[in-house]
């Protein structure tokens, strides 16, 4: 058996607290494709880092060509072949496609005259059997001609081992199989592959060998008759004993609060969804199924064509929503945090209507309103404190408090948990629990597990599409994976 190309041994790396890698092997023979997956939050970003130099190791080493790499680092992996195409475009717009290859190949001493780097760009594209040209602007390409673009340039800078991180994330169909092609050219003329992907039917036709994360540390390793579909989904789901699972709700079907028709905004396309007063409804699915988008053309933040109704009236903006009693909590916390502000501020912002009089803010009612809000959702941290200086924690039950100040009973809710510790998410949840119960919550998550615990129905999306829908008792981690991460047909759902 060939020596590995590369391998990392017993990595272990933490960020304060958090351990983002625990011990993890893992060794990629030369000439084979070797699949990385495992849910969001596994390790598999840190681990790409680690392999690539961007980041050290707190323990462990890497090893290339049987050799351990004391001080391994960007410059040192890629002077020994290592090159990863990222799942975000890393191109010049404004450049052509020649120009975009050759870029960056003097460090490899790989640059020559304008003609030459372009004769060169031209051969290279025809060796991997893509038919783009050469002078073609990058702007004129669609995605998944741009992405062919980055494997190329890879192939010209000399690549031994290439880490392809979710190339196929928000293409089409065709693209992907464009993308699928592509790489399996490269590896007929010997570059050797990491292939990330939350696809899991492309991880089986692309790979030799796949290694399941969870939790920061390696879960399988699978090769030859154990590489199968049920068993990659069984080892990414793991068992989650001491998760919260709720009691359903029984109360669905009965007052429509919120019904979305046709609604679309690439990459969602075709949504049509009703949402039951006392229910919480998810949203599953990876980036570009669509699911990033869902709250934001719900409502009317982002919508290209089709209609919101809240209990029976058009709404199309976010000022109409929030008028209709429906508040949004954004995914990037960031983009509803003022620097600057308070808690205090930062509450009562909603309710200035209520809490103002004659066009002057009632300073007493503002108060009493965010101190009961605030005490609701056990936010720690006076309320003249800086909402930026808090834990995100904190930051995510103040963001929903100032909903419940302003009397909001429907919740849209983005990737709640991102940035939460353990304690914090628990607590959360258990907000967004609480209020589903009494009203209504939509909730939009790429972590299954945050929609196992708060959801009564969960919409799976893939491609664009709702592929499956969860009711009840079938909503769990397992069913959420399979529905958002094997090819499926879209289906109508209510």
Not at 92 to 97: I, M, S
Not at 306 to 331: D, I, K, Q
Not at 471 to 487: D, H, K, N, Q, Y
């Amino acid at each position: 058996m060939a020596a590995p190309l590369v391998a990392a041994q017993e990595i272990s790396k933490s960020f304060g607290l958090t351990r983002a890698l625990d011990g993890v092997s893992l060794s990629v023979a030369p000439g084979s494709v070797h699949g990385l997956i495992g849910p969001n939050g596994s390790g598999k970003s840190t681990l790409i880092r680690m392999l690539t130099g961007m980041e050290t190791p707190d323990r462990g080493n890497i090893v290339m060509d049987g050799t351990a790499q004391p001080h391994w680092a960007a410059g040192q992996a890629r002077a020994l072949g290592v090159e990863l195409v990222p799942q975000e475009l890393a191109l010049v717009p404004v450049f052509k496609v020649w120009e975009n290859i050759v870029l960056g190949a003097e460090a490899h001493g790989l640059r020559m005259s304008k003609s030459d780097d372009r004769a060169k760009a031209r051969a290279v594209l025809d060796e991997l059997g893509l038919d783009i040209g050469v002078d073609e602007d990058m702007l004129t390409l669609d995605p998944g001609e741009q992405r062919l673009v980055m494997f190329a340039r890879t192939f010209h800078r000399k690549a031994r081992l290439l880490i392809a991180d979710e190339p196929t994330a928000g293409l089409g169909e065709k693209d992907s199989r464009t993308v699928i092609d592509a790489l399996k050219r490269l590896r007929a003329r010997g570059v050797t592959m990491i292939f990330v992907s939350h696809y899991l039917s492309e991880v089986m036709e692309t790979c030799d060998e796949v290694t399941v994360m969870r939790d920061g540390r390696v879960a399988a390793r699978l090769s030859g008759a154990s590489l199968t579909l049920d068993r990659m989904i069984r080892e990414m789901a793991g068992v989650h004993a001491e998760r919260n699972v709720p009691a359903r709700s029984a109360a669905r079907k009965e007052k429509l609060i919120i019904e979305g028709r046709h609604l679309a905004m690439p990459p969602l396309r075709q949504l049509n969804f009703k949402l039951y007063e006392n229910e919480c409804l998810g949203f599953a699915g990876l980036l570009g199924s669509g699911r990033e988008k869902a709250i934001d053309v719900i409502s009317g933040a982002a919508r290209l064509w089709g209609s919101v109704r809240v209990r029976g009236e058009f709404v199309e903006t976010p000022r109409e929503a929030v008028r209709a009693g429906v508040g949004v909590l954004n995914g990037s916390r960031y983009l509803s945090i003022v620097p600057g502000w308070s808690v205090l501020k930062h509450l009562s912002l909603p309710s200035l209507d209520q809490t103002s009089r004659f066009g002057f803010i009632d300073g007493r009612r503002e108060r009493e309103g965010a101190e009961a809000a605030a005490k609701r959702l056990r936010v720690k941290a006076a309320l003249e404190d800086e909402l930026a200086d808090l834990s995100g924690g904190n930051q995510q039950r103040a963001l929903l408090a100032r909903w419940l100040m302003c009397g909001s009973d429907v919740l849209l809710i983005d990737e709640p948990c991102v940035g939460v510790d353990i304690a914090a998410r628990t607590e959360l949840l258990a907000a967004i629990r609480v209020f589903a119960r009494a009203h209504a919550v939509v909730l939009a998550s790429s972590d299954p597990m945050d929609l196992v615990e708060c959801c009564d129905r969960v919409l799976c999306l893939r491609k664009g599409a709702v592929v499956k829908e969860l009711v009840g008792e079938e909503i769990s981690e397992e069913a959420i994976l399979r529905a958002t991460m094997t090819a499926a047909k879209a289906t109508e759902a209510v």
